[in-house]
């Protein structure tokens, strides 16, 4: 578990250690902070990101008045110890204009993941009326199924050479593999440990 202590302040400008914060489901950058000592420990004490405003010069818990709060899933000190990077879940818009992050990168950035955590869900809820849940209620061979179709149309769009129908198939793949990739128990985060291996 990391500590304040842990980190180098005197690399920190007002002695303020920088926070980056980014969604522990889809890795999308959500925002930036401060913490001084008092800050950091209530982060740990109540798993919500609570930061030290310059401006104010008091604390402040994000989302102690919209209800969009930050809970922290993991937190890493970078190779210098003067930065923490927290991986928390988002309840809500982060940035206060109704937007995902305070950051105006792509709207779809992360949403594999964001959809895998849907599909998870799901699968938990098992919601009627839900495609997905008719998909687990048939079971993996039909998930199967509906995976090779949508290879063979990806692959039968990419020999025609049609680029928009092959985005389509392909977006159906992608959607009923995670689908069977949860019903065997594994994730995005299991196939890249794979890849990982492989490239070394």
Known sequence: MLAFDDFNLEKCADGLLPVIVQDAATLKVLMLGYM?????????????????????????????????????????????????????????????????????????EGFI????????????????????????IKGVKKIAQKVGEEAVESVVEAVDGNRDRFIYEASDMIYHLLVLMEQMGCSIEDMERELALRHK
């Open 113 to 136: 993941r964001h959809l895998q955590q849907v599909v998870q869900q799901r699968h938990r809820d098992m919601p009627e009326g839900s495609y997905t849940t008719k998909l687990f």
């Open 36 to 108: 001084n000592r008092e800050a950091f420990d209530r982060t740990v004490a109540e798993g919500r990101v609570t930061f030290f405003s310059r401006t104010r010069s008091t604390l402040w818990t994000k989302g102690e008045t919209s209800g969009n709060y930050l809970l922290v899933k993991q937190m890493y000190a970078d190779c210098d110890s003067d930065t923490l990077l927290i991986q928390a879940e988002p309840i809500g818009p982060t940035c206060h204009r109704g937007t995902p992050s305070c950051f105006d990168t792509p709207e779809s």
